[in-house]
């Protein structure tokens, strides 16, 4: 039998013929999907359909920033109908699950769109407009930016952090070590959803395995907001340490600096001694470095700034500074517009939020 969208007069290239089978076969898997999830969700019980919304809120988000591959906890709902795969990696303590197709963020789009009758802006709004707390909504920003600095290391096999910084800010004279660090993010998030006890032992997994992926938000006092140590050969690492702020009024950026600083690891917020409630934990991180014979070589030090108000969004002019081979890299609007595709939405999201 002769497919509908065949006409043997016209002899048409396989390849034409194969793109319009594929594209078929593509609805199809895509209806079948949608179906799947849609009756999934009706079915359930109230608690399940909570908890679904709350897995799709993410996987929806994380799909609009563009993300390449999703983690989420582990659901079983989301893996009998074909939506995620079932995952275990390194460092973990369970199981979790991924989110990688194309077309599978496709169908969670327009399924999350169906079920909550909204679209993006809207729901990004919701989530800000939620949060009455100034830390909290700090803390959604954070997430948003953590997920956007792992899809953009992830749009470029073996991306190097000379690479993410000539495509943000141009050519310059960057350090040498820039050239072979290669920014290699695939999981996110505070040491327990790793799958560690502490920010110690996570990091002494970065110190013992080359190719860990790892970008950890740490929970100890660290002071960064994130943070990753990455090998480059023998004892020779670099650190990616990064500081996310919505700003309400006056950007204290010495203050700010001072919490991407390597070897003010635990120290204070003016960056003049270790912070009293830690010694002990910067004590054991100094005894694992020294243990390691380990050596940070560079660090890259990014400080993402946005001011909730769009009449105070300047920083100085200057977005890129040398602190020895450290790289400290300001974000004003114009370089989160080159790192985040709905950048727009964003600032319209963030600049109509007034609780601040």
């Known amino acids: 039998m002769i497919p509908h969208y065949i006409n043997p007069t016209v002899n048409p290239s396989k390849s034409v013929v194969l793109e319009k089978a594929i594209s078929a076969n593509k609805k199809e898997i895509s209806d079948r999907l949608k179906s799947r999830l849609i009756s999934s969700y009706h079915e359930a019980s109230d608690e399940t359909k909570q908890n679904l919304l709350k897995l799709l809120d993410v996987l929806y988000i994380g799909s609009k920033l563009g993300l390449d591959r999703i983690n989420i906890k582990l659901s079983q709902d989301l893996i009998n109908v074909g939506i995620a795969s079932l995952h275990s990696g390194l460092g973990r303590s369970s199981d979790y699950c991924i989110v990688e197709e194309p077309l599978v963020k496709d169908v969670l789009t327009e399924v999350y769109e169906h079920l909550t009758k909204k679209k993006f802006g809207e729901i990004l709004s919701q989530r800000l407009d939620m949060i009455t ?80 992926g790892l970008l950890l938000k740490p929970q100890d006092q660290l002071r960064p907001d994130l943070f990753s140590l990455q090998k480059l050969k023998v004892n020779d690492y670099w650190s990616l340490l990064c500081s996310t702020k919505l700003v309400r009024k006056f950007y204290e950026r ?32 100094d005894s694992l470095l020294k243990t390691k014979s380990i050596r940070n070589i560079g660090s890259l030090r990014l ?50 939020v007034n609780k601040l």
């Open 133 to 212: 707390d100034e830390r909290t909504r700090g803390h959604y920003f954070q997430l948003l930016c953590t997920c956007l600095l792992k899809n953009f290391c992830n749009q470029k096999p073996n991306l190097t952090v000379f690479d993410f910084l000539e495509k943000l800010y141009g050519e310059q004279q960057y350090p040498k070590w820039t050239k072979e660090a290669k920014l290699n993010i695939e999981s996110a998030g505070d040491c327990e959803e790793l799958g560690f006890s502490n920010d110690i032992e996570t990091i002494k997994f970065m110190i013992d395995n080359i190719d860990h």
């Open 254 to 285: 010495d203050n700010d600096k001072h919490s991407t600083n390597f070897d003010k690891l635990y120290w204070n917020k003016t960056g003049t001694e270790v912070n009293s409630q830690v010694t002990k934990k910067r004590e054991a991180l």
């Open 303 to 352: 400080h993402i700034v946005i001011h909730t108000k769009p009449q105070m969004k300047k920083l100085p002019a200057e977005l890129i500074e040398y602190d020895g081979n450290d790289i400290v890299a300001y974000f004003n609007e114009d370089i989160f517009k080159k790192f985040c595709s709905n950048a727009t939405e964003v600032f319209n999201v963030v600049h109509d």
